[in-house]
């Protein structure tokens, strides 16, 4: 039987290492859209190359979500049975930096893969799958979101993922096109990026317990997420696009606890006991064993706008996807712990 054929735009981050890993694992062909960076930023999918198993069905293309030309000649070029959009200006911050770069990227990039796979007459053939985010979910008083949950975006970034959600649907309703959007909660996993807050903290609190870094600032310390691992999200992706019929599905775990809980279970892991004292941005934690204060709060981790609270309800995909997520938290942070400090070993 032929081989199926993947396309994984946003290969080089966080999900799509692990969905790459993944399709290959079920005997995918698999490409990959890098962007060109000034150093290598592959470090993720490095160990593709070295797995004998794996190198022969993995290349890597040059291309961007902020041209067009490159999307449609990668679509022609590779003519892929499946399509995965995960390539973002993912960091909800920074969104308020840089808005209407994550605008085109995020919004319009995602409308520019549907139109090159639509004026490449493909609309029949390719299933897409589109990286949606339960910060569509915002503002909303919902203590448990799901698929019927009304979006009500707060940052740029949630605003431009809200664009790529509709315009994903309707080319869906429009063209009959097998699109599916996954409205993923937070998920998190050793090689999660540095300034998101689960990584920050571990690498924090490991740099300090090592000597190696004297405090960790953080914004807000009140915020509830509902936190899962990559490992297992990217799996719900490929389900999506196994089924009969496209749809839209909530992944997350159920489950939702502060920033200041996941501080606390970190530190416990690491036998760093902490006692936390002061109010709102003096609140701080201090290392019971030495007095010293290693936790401070600094409003340059604010944000303009505060998605207070995130708890996913994936009833829906439990019963259709016949998905469940296999990690929860304390195993997350466990692994996650692992892997930095035998990371920090390698370094130092
Ligand atoms: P990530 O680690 O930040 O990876 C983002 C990827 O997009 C990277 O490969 C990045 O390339 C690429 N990219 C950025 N701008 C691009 C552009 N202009 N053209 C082409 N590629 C570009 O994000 P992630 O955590 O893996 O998340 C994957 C997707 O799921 C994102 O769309 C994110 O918004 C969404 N999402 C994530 C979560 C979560 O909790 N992780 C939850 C819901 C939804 P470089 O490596 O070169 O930067
Ligand atoms: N990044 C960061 N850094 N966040 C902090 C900090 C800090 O120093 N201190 C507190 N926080 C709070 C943020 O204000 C937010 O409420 C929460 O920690 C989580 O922040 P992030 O880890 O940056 O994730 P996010 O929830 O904003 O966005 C992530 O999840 C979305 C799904 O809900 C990203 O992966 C998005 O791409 C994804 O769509």
Redesign the pocket.
């Known amino acids: 039987m032929k081989k199926k054929r993947a396309l994984i735009f946003g290969v080089t981050g966080q999900d799509g290492a692990y969905l790459s890993k993944f399709l290959l694992k079920k005997k995918y062909v698999v490409y990959g859209v890098k962007r060109r960076s000034s150093i290598i930023n592959t470090k993720r999918i490095d160990d593709i190359y070295k797995d004998i198993n794996y190198k022969s069905n993995f290349t890597l293309l040059y291309g961007d979500l902020t041209d067009a030309s490159s999307i449609l000649n990668l679509i022609k070029k590779v003519n892929p049975n499946e399509v995965y959009n995960l390539a973002a200006q ?4 920074v969104s308020f930096e840089v808005p209407e770069y994550s605008a085109d990227v995020n919004g319009l990039g995602t409308l520019r893969i549907l139109e090159a796979i639509r004026s490449l007459n493909l609309e029949k053939k390719v299933k897409f799958y589109q990286a949606g ?3 569509m979910f915002g503002s909303t008083k919902e203590k448990f979101q799901n698929e019927k949950t009304t979006f009500q975006p707060v940052s740029p970034y949630g605003v431009s993922k809200c664009f790529a959600h509709w315009i994903t649907k309707n080319y869906r309703d429009a063209y009959g096109m097998f699109a599916c959007n996954g409205i993923l ?2 998920h998190e996993s050793p090689i999660r990026g540095e ?4 990584k ?1 903290i571990i690498q924090g609190l490991i740099r300090i317990k090592q000597g190696k870094q004297k405090k960790l600032f ?4 009140y ?1 509830k ?1 509902d936190w899962g691992h990559a490992k297992d999200y990217v799996e719900a992706m490929w389900k999506m696009l196994q089924q009969k019929k496209p749809d839209d599905f909530v992944i997350g775990t159920g489950k939702t606890f502060t ?1 200041k809980e996941f501080v606390n279970k970190a530190s416990k892991k690491l036998n760093l006991n902490i006692k936390w004292i002061g109010k709102g941005i003096k609140e701080k934690a201090v290392n019971i064993k030495n007095k010293k204060v290693i936790i401070e709060c600094r409003r340059r ?1 604010f ?1 303009p706008l ?2 207070d609270y ?1 708890k996913g309800n994936a009833t829906k995909a439990k019963k259709i996807l016949k998905w469940a997520p296999k990690i929860l938290i304390d195993n997350l942070i466990d692994e996650m712990i692992e892997h930095e400090i035998e990371n920090s070993n390698d370094q130092h």
């Open positions: 993912s960091h909800v911050q985010t339960s910060e909660f937070n300034t998101f807050v689960t920050k953080l914004g807000n310390l915020s997420r920033i981790y944000r505060e998605v995130l």
